[in-house]
């Protein structure tokens, strides 16, 4: 079982940055591909980006690349979302997911674990 707890959204300015952190419980986090999924309301929710278990590759939603960043830090159990150059269409509820398996997917239904959410909103 893995606990995942999402902090780090708030109110920001269009053009501004946020970092985002996901702490996991649990001894086998680094045996999970992380992901960082967002969802505004009346919409699906996506995956824009998600790391494998060394971090060694990473994926990035066209939407995303070049201004976030997905990194990990296997000793501190945490994941986090780097996200520069912040556009309104970026506000929605960002969450932290892992999957107990060794392919890096976007599938919502494939990560085994999600956290609550936190709310990034931008303002333009």
């Known amino acids: 079982q893995v606990q995942l707890v999402e902090s780090g959204g708030g109110l920001v300015q269009a053009g501004g940055s946020l970092r985002l952190s996901c702490a996991a419980s649990?001894?086998?986090?680094?045996?999970?591909?992380m992901g960082w999924f967002r969802q505004v309301p009346g919409k699906e929710r996506e995956c824009v980006a998600a790391?494998?278990?060394?971090?060694?590759?990473?994926y990035y939603a066209d939407s995303v690349k070049g201004r976030f960043t997905i990194s990990r830090d296997n000793p501190k159990n945490t994941v986090y979302l780097q996200m520069n150059s912040l556009k309104f269409e970026d506000t929605a509820v960002y969450y932290c997911a892992a999957r107990a398996k060794v392919a890096v997917t976007t599938e919502t239904y494939e990560y085994d674990y999600w956290g609550q959410g936190t709310q990034v909103t931008v303002s333009s």
């Open positions: 790391i494998s278990r060394s971090g060694s590759y990473t």
């Open positions: 649990g001894r086998t986090f680094s045996s999970n591909v």
